[in-house]
């Protein structure tokens, strides 16, 4: 049975933005019971860190030996899905609970790669992100954030530079994206079974992790200044911003690579200005 992409990226959407809106809204209760006060981050260093970790990521892909690579890319996904899966669970279960089932998670991804399981893994990671760096975020830096790197997406896609590191990772069996299977049967296979740089073979969809990461975060940064009602809002609006990538992808890519985050981008920008019309924000 095939499922189009279009169903499988809003499922993942909704269910990660769901969580991530649980997660902070139990952060932000906690913090305001515990009297902490937050530090507001402006877009700048945001932007240097991601710049800085695409820059490092594309030299020890281009220079690194492929045994050393495949090590330090699934170390480094190991610890940020284990890490990830703890922020969910850390204020709902005692820490010793959340950090053993984080744990048990990632290793499992390690020793089990399967598609479901990644997919999952990374929706549950990029909800604990989202609601981690939301909360300390203005929705006017994560807009600034999120158009910002809508050029790097757009640069990056039609240079082929995107696809490269992600056909570079794939060798190394790590995947920095949902990859939903063109055929519902084959969510057994593993990632290292995808083959991206084959076109005749290949028969999977992506969603760039970031699309779905900085989408969180600007949720989360409005459920921070306006609420949950204002958060769903935002929420329903990059969801159109995500239907309206398929268009683009139909008309002006046909059908290829194509990048996400320029359309979100614009349905988050329409979103955050009419909660500002409404003073809600």
């Known amino acids: 049975m095939k499922i189009k992409p279009a169903v499988y990226s809003f499922l993942a959407m909704v269910l990660s933005g769901i969580l991530a809106i649980t997660v902070a809204s139990r952060q932000l209760r906690f913090i305001d019971d515990e009297g902490i006060g937050l530090p507001q981050v402006s877009a700048g260093w945001p932007l240097v860190y991601f710049f800085g970790a695409v820059a490092f990521m594309s030299l020890t892909l281009a220079f690194l030996p492929l045994s050393l690579l495949r090590l330090a890319a699934k170390a480094l996904f190991l610890v940020l899905f284990g890490w990830g899966v703890f922020v969910v669970l850390g204020l709902a279960l005692p820490v ?5 089932i984080a744990a048990v998670a990632a290793l499992a991804w390690l020793r089990w790669s399967r598609l479901w399981l990644h997919d999952l893994l990374l929706g549950i990671a990029l ?11 203005s929705p006017v830096a994560a807009l600034l954030i999120m158009a910002s790197l809508s050029v790097y997406d757009l640069i990056s896609v039609r240079s082929g530079h995107m696809m490269w590191m992600v056909s570079k990772l794939t060798g190394v069996e790590v995947v920095p994206a949902f990859v939903f299977p063109g055929n519902a049967a084959d969510w057994h296979l593993a990632v290292g079974d995808i083959h991206l740089d084959d076109k005749d073979t290949r028969d999977v969809s992506l969603l760039g992790g970031g699309d779905v990461g900085f989408s969180l975060i600007m949720v989360v940064s409005v459920l921070a200044a306006g609420g949950v009602a204002a958060a769903v809002f935002m929420g329903l609006c990059l969801l159109l911003g995500l239907r ?3 268009w683009v992808q139909k008309i002006f890519f046909k059908g290829g690579p194509t990048p996400a985050l320029p359309p979100l981008t614009v349905a988050a920008t329409l979103g955050w200005g009419i909660l500002v019309l409404l003073s809600v924000i």
């Not at 010793?96 to 053993?100: D, E, L, M, T």
């Not at 909800?127 to 975020?137: D, R």
């Open 96 to 100: 010793y609970a959340a950090g053993a």
């Open 244 to 246: 309206s990538v398929y």
């Open 127 to 137: 909800a604990g992100y989202g609601a981690v760096f939301g909360i300390l975020l």
